[in-house]
Structures are given as structure tokens and as C-alpha cells.
T-cell receptor
């Protein structure tokens, strides 16, 4: 039962362009959403989060958008840099403090 | 390095042996979470512990798997009588308080290989 889905396993983007990573969820009771970035042989590192009461949160080059009616969130990275190449996981948190992770999207930023 | 420390980084066991994975949370963090990542899959929640207590073990297999977080020392994930299907990366995360407003900080994982 995959409550958080990332339907694109991979994405390639030219350096300087926008990267858009998508995530869908099924449970309307999630109250926080987070994005993590993971390099090979390392653990995930926290990137940015958004509360369910907001629809946008921005931190530098990273912006997360939340569309509650569509149960969809996205991460925008602009401009994309080669160092952004990694696997990105979205996560949703319910009121019981359970974190549900998607299967990840591998982003490649081409110089 | 005051991050989440996991050891060993790599662990090889034969079928039927026991595997012990250790996790030291970040300083000041009393909440520990274990996740398993199978090849080509995302992170799957296993168990959430606070010092000396298991808060949520809904993601733990009912048999062979156990976890503890004693008053002193690291959290331990123990897998008894390992089978090939236990081969995975096991990640530990910690946070100072529970809740989605408080991101979990992850260790670099233990890669368990079963021969």
C-alpha cells in the first residue's frame, strides 16, 4: 500500500533550467510534507518542508508547492546545478508522526 | 561529526545468523526511527522508539526482527535467523521531538548482505 507515489523514476535537465519533481499522495490526513535529497552511499538529507495549511514554501533555489485538492506536491529547483544530481524523495507525515516515503526520483543535471 | 552515526556501514551474514545494526542519534535527540530500503524501492518505516520505549512498531515484521533504545547506548535493530530477503539498506533517523514540523536526520545506513 504505497500512500506516497513518485511516478517518475528519473529526470534529466540541462544546467540552468528548472527541475520539477512530482509527488502524489492518497491520504488526506497528512499534515506535513518534506523533500529529502540522497547521494549514493549516503543517508537522505532534509531539503525543504511544507505544512498542509500552506500551498507554497520557498528556500533559495528550492520551492515546494502543495495542491491539497489534487493531493499533489512538487519540488521546483531553479536554476538547476550539476551538484543537484541526486535521488529526491518526498515524504508525508500523518498526525501519528509516521513518515511515508515515495520511491524516489533520480535527477541528473547535465552541464 | 555530531550527526546520526550508524555502524557497521556494511554487514555480511550467512543465512540463519543474527545481524545487529547500531544507531547513535544526534546529540540531544531522543527519538529514533528505523527504515529499510530494498533495491529499487523507497524507504519503508519499520519502528519508532523513544528512550527505553517502543512507540510504534507497525512497520516491523512480526517475526525475527526486534529493536531497542536503551537508556544508555545506541539503538539496536536486531534480525535473527537472517534470510536472503533481509538484504537491504537499513537507515536510522533521529529527531529532538516527534512531528512533521521537525525533520528527521538520517545516518548513512547499514548495507546488509545475506549470503
Amino acid at each position: 500500500d504505497q500512500q506516497v507515489k513518485q511516478n517518475s523514476p528519473s529526470l534529466s535537465v540541462q544546467e540552468g533550467r528548472i527541475s520539477i519533481l512530482n509527488c502524489d499522495y492518497t491520504n488526506s490526513m497528512f499534515d506535513y510534507f518534506l523533500w529529502y535529497k540522497k547521494y549514493p552511499a549516503e543517508g537522505p538529507t532534509f531539503l525543504i518542508s511544507i505544512s498542509s495549511i500552506k500551498d507554497k514554501n520557498e528556500d533559495g533555489r528550492f520551492t515546494v508547492f502543495l495542491n491539497k485538492s489534487a493531493k499533489h506536491l512538487s519540488l521546483h529547483i531553479v536554476p538547476s546545478q550539476p551538484g543537484d544530481s541526486a535521488v529526491y524523495f518526498c515524504a508525508a507525515v500523518n498526525t501519528g508522526n509516521q513518515f511515508y516515503f515515495g520511491t524516489g526520483t533520480s535527477l541528473t543535471v547535465i552541464p | 561529526n555530531a550527526g546520526v552515526m550508524q555502524n557497521p556501514r556494511h554487514l555480511v551474514r550467512r543465512r540463519g545468523q543474527e545481524a545487529r545494526l547500531r544507531c547513535s542519534p544526534m546529540k540531544g535527540h531522543s527519538h529514533v526511527y528505523w527504515y529499510r530500503q530494498l533495491p529499487e524501492e523507497g524507504l519503508k518505516f519499520m519502528v519508532y522508539l523513544q528512550k527505553e520505549n517502543i512507540i510504534d512498531e507497525s512497520g516491523m515484521p512480526k517475526e525475527r526482527f526486534s529493536a531497542e533504545f536503551p537508556k544508555e547506548g545506541p539503538s539496536i535493530l536486531r534480525i535473527q535467523q537472517v534470510v536472503r530477503g533481509d538484504s537491504a539498506a537499513y537507515f536510522c533517523a533521529s529527531s529532538p521531538t516527534p512531528g512533521g514540523h521537525q525533520p528527521q536526520h538520517f545516518g548513512d545506513g547499514t548495507r546488509l548482505s545475506i549470503l
